[in-house]
């Protein structure tokens, strides 16, 4: 499994539209094959930062996922259209367990 997280920060400007985008991607995500899961939510609001954390089967379904015309083109509006600094980090997880 890859687990992604992200931290994205943008202007008081540009973030409920930013936060928009972003939500409106959520559940055409979480259609695609291999997606385990995918949210994204406010996490400081007086900061403008907003919360990813999303699941993949393995490294094809998220290059996949990153390969779409609607993940392809927000990713390059990040710094243009969204002035934006960007935290994205993914790791691989060999086994699950309870904590």
Known sequence: MILVTGLIRTDPETFPA???????????SRA???CLFYHMGVDD???CAIM???GWR??????????LPAI????????GRYTVDVS???VEASEKFML
């Open 32 to 34: 695609e094959d291999g």
């Open 52 to 54: 990813a954390m999303e």
């Open 58 to 67: 393995d490294r094809a379904a998220l290059d996949a996922h990153l390969a």
């Open 45 to 47: 609001e007086a900061s």
């Open 88 to 90: 994205i980090h993914s």
């Open 72 to 79: 392809a083109g927000l990713l390059a509006e990040f710094g």
């Open 18 to 28: 930013l936060l928009a985008r972003l939500k409106s991607l959520c559940e055409p």
